[in-house]
């Protein structure tokens, strides 16, 4: 089993900035790829970013250019740092950690973080 513990969601105004951090512990896997996905009302959950391993880096479009995903290996953590906020960022944030190098599977999810951006 795979724990996951996110944290650093919370209220920010548009064109504010706000960094997750979301940490593992467990049984991990030696090669993993972890990233971000957000969940608003009445969607879907989509890709917000991922990392590999190597750094290996994907953003969702609406995300790009605004956001980054970093990781460190050694603490088996992930950030994302979100800058440029925009309303429609409003969604419950979850950490997913997987084996893999670029493709999720055997994949662990946190019990996610709300992120809500006032206009």
């Known amino acids: 089993q795979v724990q996951l513990v996110e944290s650093g969601g919370g209220l920010v105004q548009a064109g504010g900035s706000l960094r997750l951090s979301c940490a593992a512990s467990?049984?991990?896997?030696?090669?993993?790829?972890m990233g971000w996905y957000r969940q608003a009302p009445g969607k879907e959950r989509d890709l917000v970013a991922s990392?590999?391993?190597?750094?290996?880096?994907n953003y969702g479009n609406s995300v790009k250019g605004r956001f980054t995903i970093s990781r460190d290996n050694a603490k088996n953590t992930v950030d994302l740092q979100m800058n440029s906020l925009k309303p429609e960022d409003t969604a419950v944030y979850y950490c997913?950690?997987?084996?893999?190098?670029?493709?999720?599977?055997?994949?662990?999810w946190g019990q996610g973080t709300q992120v809500t951006v006032s206009s």
């Open positions: 990392i590999s391993s190597g750094g290996r880096t």
């Open positions: 997913r950690y997987g084996r893999g190098l670029f493709h999720f599977s055997d994949d662990y």
């Open positions: 467990g049984r991990l896997f030696s090669i993993a790829i």
